[in-house]
């Protein structure tokens, strides 16, 4: 493959969801064979651990490229880490000539977006559900779950907004929040990556006491008279707005099972926004919830027993009974969302 084909392929594989927009890969290319590096430590530490939310991140860029490759006439292969020392080292790609031809789900790759606006309330269709679950029939070690009862939808919201509370409570969480966020679009422009702020799609009232909360002594005085809790319960009648809400089991917590993860998100994910729905992911909760039952989080009791507390209601309401939920996520019918995050050139050393 020639260099401006192999750079056009990595566009597509890059335009991938990552936590924050934080875009955690680089690559190095020989002439035959595309290594994928992940880049450690750029996740929000709090939320993430044992850098999983990169290899959901690699999972999506992974299918990406999978989905693209037959665009420029090739079919992509890849083995997972194939250096047990080098972790860093995620995946080697190999490319095979076929004629040239386009994947159901390619065009939706630029399309894919995440969409934070409220959506309709409606039921989910059987054909949309049919369609959900054959997307990822084939993607290995990854269960999907789908609720479309209300009363499910309501506790599965409410317990993935919990965690709101949690970060906005916590001050070393929320410092780091704020930290990361690109409040204008000069600095969109300049850095194309991180947490834009408009992506929120906040009104004019919420934008405003967002950007006040982002002073540590304002924020000290927004907890006393119960922010957190306000917005947590806000979020959850958000999240609640949908066709339906779901869930990504996979079978360990090996970090090639948070690639298939991520495999399983994308497909998924493509597959809406070929039906023109949105979505949104809603990660953060499982995240904390593993990290604090396996003894690994700094949570307060308080915060720490509220997080079991939620992560128990979403895996009861999803109807989880064993496996791992990876992840949660919303869909359904919204307009479109008002802005797009940028991506940065992808980072290629030709060796
Ligand atoms: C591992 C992972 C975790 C994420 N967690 C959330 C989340 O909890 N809430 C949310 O609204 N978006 C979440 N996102 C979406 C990212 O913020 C989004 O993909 C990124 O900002 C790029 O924007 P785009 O998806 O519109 O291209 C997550 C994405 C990934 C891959």
């Not at 009363?151 to 916590?170: F, M, P, R, T």
């Not at 410092?175 to 204008?184: G, M, P």
Request: overall charge neutral; proline content about 3%.
């Amino acid at each position: 493959m020639d260099k401006s084909t192999l750079i056009e392929l990595l566009r597509y594989a890059c335009r991938a969801p990552s936590g924050d927009n934080v875009q955690p890969w680089r690559f190095t290319w020989d002439g035959v064979r595309l290594s994928i590096y992940n880049v450690p430590g750029v996740h929000n530490p709090y939320l993430d651990f044992e850098e999983r939310g990169s290899y959901i991140a690699h999972g999506a860029l992974l299918e990406n490229l999978r989905i693209s490759a037959p665009h420029y006439g090739y079919n992509m292969e890849f083995e997972l880490f194939p250096d047990t020392k080098h972790t860093e080292l995620v995946a080697i790609c190999s490319f095979s000539r076929c004629a040239k031809n386009e994947d159901e789900l390619f065009f939706a790759i630029k399309e894919r977006v995440t969409n934070r606006r409220p959506y309709k309330i409606r039921e989910l269709t059987e054909s949309e559900e049919s369609t959900l679950y054959k997307t990822v029939a084939n993607v290995s070690g990854t269960e999907l779950y789908i609720a479309k009862n209300r009363k499910s939808i309501q506790k599965i919201a409410a317990s993935a907004s919990g965690v709101e509370k949690i970060i906005l409570e916590d001050e070393r969480m929320a410092e780091h929040l704020f930290s990361k966020i690109v409040w204008t679009d000069k600095e969109d422009r300049e850095k194309k990556s991180g947490f834009f702020i408009k992506t929120m799609e906040f009104n004019f009232v919420q934008r405003f006491v967002f950007r006040l909360a982002s002073k540590p002594k304002i924020m000290y005085f927004l907890r006393k008279i119960g922010l957190p809790s306000f917005i947590a319960k806000q979020d959850a009648v958000l999240y609640s707005s949908n066709a339906g809400m779901g869930g990504i089991v996979i079978s360990d917590e090996s970090a090639e099972s948070f690639i298939f993860a991520g495999q399983a998100l994308e497909r998924i994910w493509l597959t809406l926004t070929n039906m023109q729905l949105a979505f949104q992911p809603l990660i953060g909760m499982t995240f904390v919830a593993y990290k604090t039952e396996t003894g690994r989080g700094d949570l307060k009791d308080a915060h720490a027993k509220q997080i079991e507390e939620d992560f128990k209601n979403a895996k009861e309401s999803l109807g989880v009974t064993s496996g791992i939920l990876a992840m949660l996520f919303r869909f359904g019918d919204a307009e479109k969302p008002s802005v797009r995050t940028r991506r940065r050139d992808p980072d290629i050393t030709f060796v």
